[in-house]
């Protein structure tokens, strides 16, 4: 899935910022958390000596697709995998994975271990299983609401 011509580094003495282009789906939790780390209209982007490693790593924490991820160099800590693992449908949206999942292809291969992932629920990604934004395009409006997991009344036998 990843690969090292869609991933880029970001990195200073304190921490190393990946950044995978074909997961990010532009939701801008990085440049609402720290502008003067994530700027879209600078090059390069991304500039970790702009804050703490600390604040950085906050905020790599909200991305809701995986795109970006950190490595401490400064012995700070690393991520911590939500628990319970949840999958959450978003309105209009893809499905918010968070917890340690393996995400596996049909063949049972192993495509990627990841902490959070965003996941195609209308169908018409280009990048499946990840959500590419596509939901917008083909008009989606599920609201993503899950239905109680007991059977309604009247189908009850
Ligand atoms: S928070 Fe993640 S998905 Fe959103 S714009 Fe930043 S890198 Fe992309």
Not at 39 to 67: N, T
Not at 69 to 81: C, I, N, Q, V, Y
Not at 108 to 115: A, L, Y
Request: aromatic residues 6%; proline residues 9%.
């Amino acid at each position: 899935m990843a690969t090292s011509d869609t991933i880029r580094h970001y990195a200073d003495d304190a921490i190393d910022i990946s950044y995978d282009v074909r997961r990010c789906i532009h939701a801008a939790e990085c440049i609402r958390g720290l502008p003067a780390v994530f700027d879209s209209s600078r090059r390069p982007w991304i500039v970790p000596s702009s804050a703490s490693a600390d604040a950085i790593a906050d905020v790599i924490a909200r991305c809701p697709s995986g795109a970006l991820h950190f490595t401490r160099r400064d012995g700070g800590l690393s991520e911590t995998p939500q628990k319970p693992t949840a999958i959450e449908p978003t309105p209009g949206g893809p499905y918010y994975v968070r917890g340690l999942v393996e995400l596996r292809s049909a063949d049972g291969s192993s495509v990627v271990e990841d902490v959070r992932m965003a996941l195609c629920r209308c169908g018409q990604s280009h990048n499946k299983p990840f959500c590419d934004n596509s939901h917008f395009a083909a008009g989606f409006d599920d609201p993503g609401a899950v239905p109680n997991s007991a059977p309604p009344a009247e189908n009850k036998k």
